[in-house]
């Protein structure tokens, strides 16, 4: 049995007659399919199919709750209330203070399963407030496959592909239009996506976040969470794939390291590496 609790946190209450078809024209994620006790990966994508804001989405019993960091909280209230228009939706920031997630125990009242670790065959459950440290979670999350904005991929930076939202269920293609899809579809349909999040791992404990990952001379990423000796990084594909298929090492700064796709995502590296 094993809990954290996550301090940097913050919870936003949507609420009100047409909270389900208010956020779902603007967020990547299919509410329509969301069970009540579940908790799906979301984000508020740029025009260009950017995440502008990535968050985890439930059920309440008036609406949706939106579990953010705490740092882009009031920013993201802030975008939602300006998209709200006459919509009749109520946009809150509640009172709690910080996330306790839960894995390897019976399910806490009042929480909701994250989908993101359900896929690495985790039961790992979400609920606002609690205490304590996050002793054990950033190791979890590097060993299912699963990143955190910030430490993995910078906002305004990364596509949903990139930190594979089309396999974890926090993209939707079917649902119709939400700002961003245009390009987050054609990147889906033209097969473009060569960034993609992996598991990283090294005989020796890696080196800190930030740190360029590099095979050949060519810099195919960076570094993101890092848990001793295990981490994520969202890294060129085509070219970790090439550089493996010829015997070509790849480091981490100095440390060699092994590069692997989440099993649970379908994904297969590119041995063909391409010119952009």
């Known amino acids: 049995m094993a809990r954290a609790f996550l301090a940097s946190r913050g919870w936003i209450a949507v609420s009100g007659p047409d909270a389900s078809d208010f956020l779902?024209?603007?967020?990547?994620?299919?509410?329509?399919?969301?069970?009540?006790?579940?908790?799906?990966?979301g984000a508020l994508l740029t025009p260009q199919g950017k995440i502008m804001f990535f968050?985890?989405?439930?059920?309440?019993?008036?609406?949706?709750?939106?579990?953010?960091?705490?740092?882009?909280?009031?920013?993201l209230t802030k975008r939602l209330t300006m998209y709200k228009l006459r919509a009749k939706v109520d946009i809150a920031k509640r009172n709690e203070t910080g996330?306790?997630?839960?894995?390897?125990?019976?399910?806490?009242?009042?929480?909701?399963?994250?989908?993101?670790?359900?896929?690495a065959g985790i039961e790992l459950y979400?609920?606002?407030?609690?205490?304590?440290?996050?002793?054990?979670?950033?190791?979890?999350?590097?060993?299912?496959?699963?990143?955190e904005a910030g430490l993995d991929f910078a906002l305004q930076d990364a596509f949903p592909h990139d930190i594979l939202f089309d396999k974890s269920g926090?993209?939707?293609?079917?649902?119709?239009?939400y700002v961003g899809q245009?390009?987050?579809?054609?990147?889906?349909?033209?097969?473009t996506a060569r960034r993609r999040l992996v598991t990283?791992?090294?005989?020796?404990?890696?080196?800190a976040t930030a740190t360029e990952i590099r095979t050949?001379?060519?810099?195919?990423?960076?570094?993101?969470?890092?848990?001793?000796?295990?981490?994520?990084?969202?890294?060129?594909?085509?070219?970790?794939?090439?550089?493996?298929?010829?015997?070509?090492?790849?480091?981490?700064?100095?440390?060699?390291?092994?590069v692997t796709l989440p099993a649970w995502s379908g994904l297969e590296f590119i041995t063909a590496e391409s010119e952009d």
Do not use: N
């Open 200 to 207: 990283v791992a090294a005989d020796t404990d890696l080196p």
């Open 216 to 258: 050949g001379g060519k810099v195919i990423g960076t570094l993101g969470t890092v848990a001793g000796r295990k981490g994520l990084a969202i890294i060129r594909i085509d070219r970790a794939g090439a550089a493996m298929a010829a015997g070509t090492p790849i480091f981490a700064g100095e440390t060699p390291v092994t």
């Open 24 to 41: 779902q024209g603007l967020i990547t994620t299919d509410l329509d399919t969301l069970e009540p006790g579940q908790s799906a990966p």
């Open 55 to 75: 968050f985890m989405i439930s059920k309440s019993d008036d609406g949706f709750l939106i579990e953010t960091d705490s740092d882009t909280i009031d920013a």
């Open 126 to 147: 979400r609920l606002p407030g609690g205490h304590g440290s996050a002793d054990g979670y950033d190791a979890l999350r590097a060993e299912a496959g699963v990143p």
């Open 182 to 191: 245009e390009v987050v579809s054609r990147m889906q349909h033209r097969s």
């Open 170 to 177: 926090g993209v939707s293609f079917k649902k119709g239009c």
């Open 99 to 119: 996330a306790t997630v839960v894995w390897g125990e019976t399910q806490p009242e009042g929480s909701a399963t994250d989908l993101r670790f359900g896929k």
